[in-house]
């Protein structure tokens, strides 16, 4: 059975930081590609960042040079390094793996951590 969990998030002042860690289970996510997505309330959720296969890596416009997506395959988990958080960075988080055929989403989600920016 294929577990993710998200864990890291938390409140934090602007230009603050903050790691996620995602802990999965069941799955070879090396193998299928992880990502991680936020969702804003009211909104439609986004695509952060996203790691492949290949360990080729992509971001939202509105975090690069901030946050990085690594893996430690060792631990089965994944990680999201977030620097100079931004108000605008508050939302639940969500850990995902495995592509799914049309690429534009993924086929296991963790429960989602909250993050939450103060000025």
């Known amino acids: 059975q294929v577990h993710l969990e998200e864990f890291g998030g938390g409140s934090v002042q602007a230009g603050g930081s903050l790691q996620l860690s995602c802990i999965t289970s069941?799955?070879?996510?090396?193998?299928?590609?992880v990502a991680w997505y936020r969702h804003f309330p009211g909104k439609e959720r986004e695509r952060v960042s996203s790691?492949?296969?290949?360990?080729?890596?992509t971001y939202a416009d509105s975090v690069k040079g901030r946050f990085t997506i690594s893996q430690d395959t060792a631990r089965n988990t994944f990680y999201l390094q977030m620097n100079d958080l931004k108000t605008e960075d508050t939302a639940i988080y969500y850990c995902?793996?495995?592509?799914?055929?049309?690429?534009?989403?993924?086929?296991?989600w963790g429960r989602g951590t909250q993050v939450t920016v103060s000025s």
């Open positions: 995902a793996a495995c592509t799914t055929p049309s690429g534009r989403s993924h086929e296991y």
């Open positions: 069941g799955i070879y996510f090396s193998m299928c590609g």
């Open positions: 790691m492949g296969v290949s360990a080729d890596t």
